[in-house]
């Protein structure tokens, strides 16, 4: 068991998450930019180390600014929450050559699956279905000639992203060209990777999601399926029932977005 945490997000994932670490009776430590000063989980969070300034790129992004953090505070572990760091496999290797728990997937784990265009790559190895799309583009020009051969409609999307961040709509090859500079920058800001690729968009479809949950100890179960179809700005909107559990350590949710990438 840990002893502290630092949840390396903010707002209301950082809080949902020290909820949970106070029931369960472990310390927490918040982080937090210039601009998150008076922001709710940094008051109640046991502690809070100012950790840089207003740009994720400086802060939240920051492996140098966390794990600093991290030896500060004296925390065994680190909480990714969703987005932020979560999902970079370079991260989760540093926090593992530091000796600070990274309380997620492996780096090895998060190089397969955590982007989008490798995650395409390994499901084609296995047989798996596809919509049709591309890997990581060269460029707008790129962008143009592969979508003319996909058809439009078309997602562009950052194959970093996540929560719905990092995502266009492009009907033609007007909105594609618009979309690409702002969606290459959003990439990058929020994620650190402006790699982008281009995937098919269904007009028409159902987005059923399985849970899969393991222990790291060769233990994965199943949690069940979910309809994810009803969306709010490319976001999932979800009613979710904790698994049996799971509502003593603080996790009951209630209705809320959730990442749809």
Same mark, same amino acid.
């Given at each position: 068991?840990?002893?502290?945490?630092?949840?390396?997000?903010?707002?209301? +994932?950082?809080?949902?998450?020290?909820?949970?670490?106070?029931?369960?009776?472990?310390?927490?430590?918040?982080?937090?930019? @210039?601009? &998150?000063?008076?922001?709710?989980?940094?008051?109640?969070?046991? @502690?809070?180390?100012?950790?840089?300034?207003?740009p994720a790129a400086q802060s939240y992004l920051s492996f140098d600014a966390i794990l600093g953090a991290a030896r500060k505070s004296g925390a065994d572990?680190?909480?990714?929450?969703?987005?932020?760091?979560?999902?970079?496999? &370079?991260?989760?290797?540093?926090?593992? &050559?530091?000796?600070?728990?990274? +309380?997620?997937?492996?780096?090895?784990?998060?190089?397969?699956?955590?982007?989008?265009?490798?995650?395409?790559?390994?499901?084609?190895?296995?047989?798996?279905? /596809? /919509?049709?799309?591309?890997?990581? %583009?060269?460029?707008?020009? @790129?962008a143009v000639e592969a979508a003319g051969a996909v058809g439009y409609p078309v997602m562009l999307k950052s194959t970093a992203g996540g929560g719905g961040i990092g995502m266009r709509l492009c009907r033609s090859q007007e909105e594609l060209l618009d979309s690409?500079?702002?969606?290459?920058? %959003?990439?990058?800001?929020?994620?650190?990777?402006?790699?982008?690729?281009? #995937?098919?968009?269904?007009?028409?479809?159902?987005? +059923? #999601?399985?849970?899969?949950?393991?222990?790291? /100890?060769?233990?994965?179960?199943?949690?069940?399926?979910? &309809?994810?179809?009803?969306?709010?700005?490319?976001?999932?909107?979800?009613?979710?029932?904790?698994?049996?559990? %799971?509502?003593?350590?603080?996790?009951? /949710?209630?209705?809320?977005?959730?990442?749809?990438?």
């Open positions: 068991m840990f002893r502290k945490v630092l949840i390396a997000n903010r707002g209301a +994932i950082a809080c949902r998450i020290i909820r949970t670490l106070r029931n369960m009776e472990i310390g927490s430590v918040a982080v937090y930019s @210039e601009a &998150d000063r008076h922001s709710l989980h940094v008051q109640q969070a046991d @502690e809070a180390l100012l950790i840089g300034p207003p572990a680190i909480h990714p929450g969703y987005g932020f760091l979560s999902e970079n496999a &370079d991260f989760a290797q540093m926090c593992a &050559d530091s000796g600070v728990v990274f +309380i997620g997937p492996t780096p090895e784990q998060m190089r397969v699956f955590g982007l989008k265009h490798t995650a395409r790559i390994m499901a084609h190895e296995c047989g798996v279905p /596809l /919509l049709p799309g591309t890997g990581v %583009l060269a460029g707008a020009g @790129e690409y500079e702002a969606v290459e920058a %959003l990439s990058r800001s929020s994620f650190g990777s402006s790699e982008l690729y281009i #995937e098919k968009f269904v007009t028409s479809a159902r987005h +059923i #999601e399985v849970q899969i949950f393991g222990d790291g /100890l060769g233990i994965v179960i199943a949690l069940g399926e979910r &309809d994810c179809s009803p969306q709010r700005r490319n976001q999932k909107v979800i009613e979710e029932t904790p698994a049996p559990g %799971l509502r003593r350590a603080g996790t009951a /949710l209630r209705r809320r977005p959730c990442g749809y990438g």
